[in-house]
T-cell receptor, first 111, second 113 residues
Framework: NAGVTQNPKFQVLKTGQSMTLQCAQD?????MYWYRQDPGMGLRLIYY???????DKGEVPNGYNVSRLNKREFSLRLESAAPSQTSVYFC??????????FGPGTRLLVL | AQSVSQHNHHVILSEAASLELGCNYS??????LFWYVQYPGQHLQLLLK??????LVKGIKGFEAEFIKSKFSFNLRKPSVQWSDTAEYFC???????????FGTGTKLQVIP
């Protein structure tokens, strides 16, 4: 039981490049989330998916897109990376109104 | 919209000192409340949670928190901190019946041996 896994762990991009952050959970959770963590700003919700086939915007969705590929996987895409998207990205999952389980994070640097 | 305030951004304590970290939220309905901890270089882990019932909840590693509905607060406490408690602590609110979670900005705790 791996919990929540994320790939890659580290990534460096040039401005304008695109990439997809992968997230998978093996706990059969319905809900999945993408957050970004920046110093002094805590965790801010980018997008979430309450169930397979649905996605909704969070606080800071601009510049991102998501895909809930199936119940296990929830990917985050940056179509044209900007330096302001330099951050640590965390994926999380939960079942109903229970505890969120977090992945190990992806550290992204956009030059 | 719900929001969460953590007033202490950086706390420095000596070992064995008592800890209290403040958390206030704004949401008029039913809420689920959480405290998460993030040790250096690691991801967030649950410390404790409150859904209903006894407003004083106990978590792992000797932490506890008290839900005071009238004050919209959920403060985290520990009677005697250890060096290993050095970490960043996040308060979070999940509004009842809706799975969107809002986090506070975090409090960095540094415990000096």
């Amino acid at each position: 039981n791996a919990g929540v896994t994320q790939n890659p762990k580290f990534q460096v991009l040039k401005t304008g490049q695109s990439m997809t952050l992968q997230c998978a959970q093996d706990m059969n959770h319905n809900s999945m989330y993408w957050y970004r963590q920046d110093p002094g700003m805590g965790l801010r919700l980018i997008y979430y998916s309450a169930s397979e086939g649905t996605t909704d915007k969070g606080e800071v969705p601009n510049g991102y897109n998501v895909s809930r590929l199936n119940k296990r996987e929830f990917s985050l895409r940056l179509e044209s990376a900007a330096p302001s998207q330099t951050s640590v990205y965390f994926c999380a999952s939960t079942q109903g109104e229970e505890t969120q389980y977090f992945g190990p994070g992806t550290r992204l640097l956009v030059l | 919209a719900q929001s969460v305030s953590q007033h202490n951004h950086h706390v420095i304590l000596s070992e064995a000192a008592s800890l209290e970290l403040g958390c206030n939220y704004s949401y008029g309905g039913t809420v689920n409340l959480f405290w998460y901890v993030q040790y250096p270089g690691q991801h967030l882990q649950l410390l404790l949670k409150y859904f209903s019932g006894d407003p004083l909840v106990k978590g792992i590693k000797g932490f506890e928190a008290e839900f005071i509905k009238s004050k919209f607060s959920f403060n985290l406490r520990k009677p005697s901190v250890q060096w290993s408690d050095t970490a960043e602590y996040f308060c979070a609110v999940m509004s009842g019946g809706y799975q969107k979670v809002t986090f506070g900005t975090g409090t960095k705790l540094q415990v000096i041996p």
